[in-house]
T-cell receptor, first 114, second 117 residues
């Protein structure tokens, strides 16, 4: 069975400092992993995805994530936070590439302090 | 990238009435669409998987007679909340899965906020 844990429900960083949002997953098979961002009262935007290719995945807006199978982790990072990064971030897991069912993590709320 | 639209973006209805939400894939055909529900400050919960031309598959605990799903064409799925009550107020998000030759991934709609008074 699949599951996703986002270790921090809320993260607060100062503008210009690095961002780290943590995600651990559990999956019986080779997972596909995603990070989505949701701004207030908006839909979801895909930041990046891992589907068994390169373990370091670069996404939009300067975000990247590294798939570490030994640690069952897929943490999201950004070198320098911007005010516009303040939003809710969801780590998502899907077994294989069929996308038959995806499981959302509980989300991490990112605040950026000016 | 692929675009999925939802209509309406927000709706207010009275208790006891029914509301229909549309989900459309605008530039690809989707044999499978998904419906999610999101409560305030919570994550998305999968409600059902909608397959074109067949019955939807509902997740455990989701009342299929209350949340009617129809996937009549390859670009349209609808969710009808029947006899809505205030506890049905929520943010409903759909996604459409693109075909294998188009990435075979889920693209999400912008969501529909339902408020039942």
């Amino acid at each position: 069975a699949q599951s996703v844990t986002q270790l921090d429900s809320h993260v607060s960083v100062s503008e210009g400092t690095p961002v780290l949002l943590r995600c651990n997953y559990s999956s019986s098979y080779s997972p596909s992993l995603f990070w989505y961002v949701q701004h207030p009262n908006k839909g979801l935007q895909l930041l990046l995805k891992y589907t068994s290719a390169a373990t370091l995945v670069k996404g939009i807006n300067g975000f990247e994530a590294e798939f570490k199978k030994s640690e069952t982790s897929f943490h999201l990072t950004k070198p320098s936070a911007h005010m516009s990064d303040a939003a809710e971030y969801f780590c998502v897991v899907s077994e294989g590439t069929s996308y038959d069912k995806v499981i959302f993590g509980p989300g991490t709320s990112l605040s950026v302090i000016p | 990238g692929a675009v999925v639209s939802q209509h309406p973006s927000w709706v207010i209805c009275k208790s006891g009435t029914s509301v229909k939400i549309e989900c459309r894939s605008l530039d690809f055909q989707a044999t499978t669409m998904f419906w999610y529900r999101q409560f305030p400050k919570q994550s998305l919960m999968l409600m059902a998987t909608s397959n074109e031309g067949s019955k939807a598959t509902y997740e455990q605990g989701v009342e299929k007679d209350k949340f009617l799903i129809n996937h009549a064409s390859l670009t349209l799925s609808t969710l009808t909340v029947t006899s809505a009550h205030p506890e049905d107020s929520s943010f409903y998000i759909c996604s459409a899965r693109s075909p294998p030759g188009y990435g075979y991934e889920q693209y999400f709609g912008p969501g529909t906020r339902l408020t039942v008074t």
